[in-house]
């Protein structure tokens, strides 16, 4: 702010002087009142903390209502809510909105951010009926006031333009939520057989998607199974519909393999409307938004007859007794793979091994070679097999499959 004061008459250039003087003492006093933040600092734990959309009115898939009834047309105004102090300029030129109805760009409109309330304003006195919408915040524009860019898809990285675009569609009277562009891509929502044993050799795969996706392609070229070994099986495709799509191997599974289903990201698509930001179409395969390089979506499942181990304990008079439900290989049930402990630390034990658990499967009765303190924790490593060279399925809800990673038993 200047003032003109060469020119005044004492008089009003005094009065000039206490008007300055009182801005400055009202500055001062609200950097010095701890009710009122200082827009100086940045919000959360670090300048580096990437800044998002926290909301927007309407909210996305609303209608965005007229606010001035006495005239003519849609006067309304859309409000975007950042979570922390973003650079003005930045911001401003970060803004574009899309009316997805006629693929045109929306020209005349009124942009504005207050920077206290941390809110961008996108005005427009004359929005065009029967429309959706999409408000398009650029990264690359759009930076908070410690240059951090806007994470549009909220997976804490900086993925830049266009995938961290922070979007949010509306529509105008006459139009409706269904006509609104989708603001995320397609996931797999589920497979089928999903990380679990199955015991058909010809099974029914079946993929599910979060958004419609293109049927020409949910096809066999983009549904790759492999075994273990590396070998592939040939999929054929047996039925589809809008969001799902099931496949059967041509040749049968071998017992004792594992199975990867790999979804191809670069091939299959959803069938969004018209106008959905290209970028939208590919499959998020590690859900955390869209990105540059998306990886493709993997699960796996075990194709076996023989069941995984699985091991319970439960309290005796100074031990703890292991029930497993197979028939285990003794020989891997030593003191490094079978243990206690207590407050003290290890607890050093004998094993007593028996055949009397349900269904004659090996039972262990672990007597304590001293005194414990405090309740026991008992712990069995996933590398114990059964007698028929199964691994131990010890994670805390059994998967059918043994010795992955999170396959170490520890139970109270
Ligand atoms: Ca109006
Ligand atoms: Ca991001
Ligand atoms: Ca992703
Ligand atoms: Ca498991």
Redesign the pocket.
């Known amino acids: 702010m200047v003032y003109q004061v060469k020119a005044q008459k004492p008089k009003a250039r005094a009065a000039l002087l206490l008007v300055a003087a009182l801005l400055f003492a009202m500055s001062c006093s609200k950097k010095d009142n701890p009710l009122l933040l200082d827009t100086n600092l940045p919000l959360g734990t670090g300048a580096g903390n990437l800044p998002y959309v926290t909301g927007v009115a309407p909210q996305n898939g609303w209608q965005l209502m007229d606010d001035d009834p006495h005239t003519a047309g849609i006067q309304a105004t859309v409000a975007v809510t950042f979570s922390d102090y973003m650079d003005e300029a930045s911001v401003l030129s970060g803004v574009s909105v899309l009316n997805t109805t006629t693929g045109e760009a929306v020209a005349g409109l009124s942009i504005s951010y207050n920077a206290d309330a941390r809110k961008l304003f996108v005005r427009h006195t004359d929005w065009t009926r029967s429309a959706a919408y999409l408000l398009v915040l650029a990264p690359g524009g759009a930076k908070n006031r410690w240059n951090v860019p806007l994470d549009g898809n909220r997976n804490g990285k900086a993925d830049g333009d266009p995938y961290d675009n922070a979007l949010s569609t509306f529509y105008t009277e006459g139009s409706s939520p269904d006509s609104c562009v989708s603001t995320a891509p397609p996931t797999v929502t589920s497979i089928t057989p999903d990380t679990t044993r199955i015991t058909e050799t010809l099974p029914d795969i079946s993929v599910a998607f979060s958004a419609a996706m293109d049927s020409t392609t949910l096809v066999s070229d983009n549904f790759k199974l492999l075994s273990v070994t590396g070998s592939s099986v040939q999929l054929d495709r047996t039925w589809f519909s809008t969001w799902q799509v099931g496949f059967r191997p041509r040749s049968p599974l071998r017992y004792g393999d594992m199975y990867t289903i790999t979804v191809v990201g670069a091939g299959v698509r959803a069938d969004a409307l018209r106008n959905t930001p290209q970028y939208l179409l590919l499959l998020d395969g590690d859900y955390d938004g869209p990105d540059q390089n998306e990886p493709d979506f993997k699960s796996y499942f075990l194709c076996d007859t023989l069941r995984a181990p699985t091991v319970s304990v439960t309290s005796i008079g100074n031990g703890t007794r292991f029930d497993f439900t197979e028939l285990m290989d003794e020989s891997t049930l030593d003191a490094q793979n079978v243990r206690t402990f207590d407050a003290g630390g290890y607890v050093p034990g004998t094993m007593v091994y028996s055949r009397n658990a349900p269904g004659n499967n090996t039972r262990i009765d672990y007597y304590f070679s001293r005194p414990t303190q405090g309740g026991h924790r008992a712990f069995v490593s996933r590398q114990v097999t059964s007698a028929a060279n199964r691994m131990l399925?010890g994670?805390p809800s059994?998967?059918g499959?043994?010795g992955?990673p999170?396959?170490d038993f520890w139970g109270q």
Do not use: F, R, T
């Open positions: 399925d994670q059994p998967n499959i043994g992955e999170w396959d």
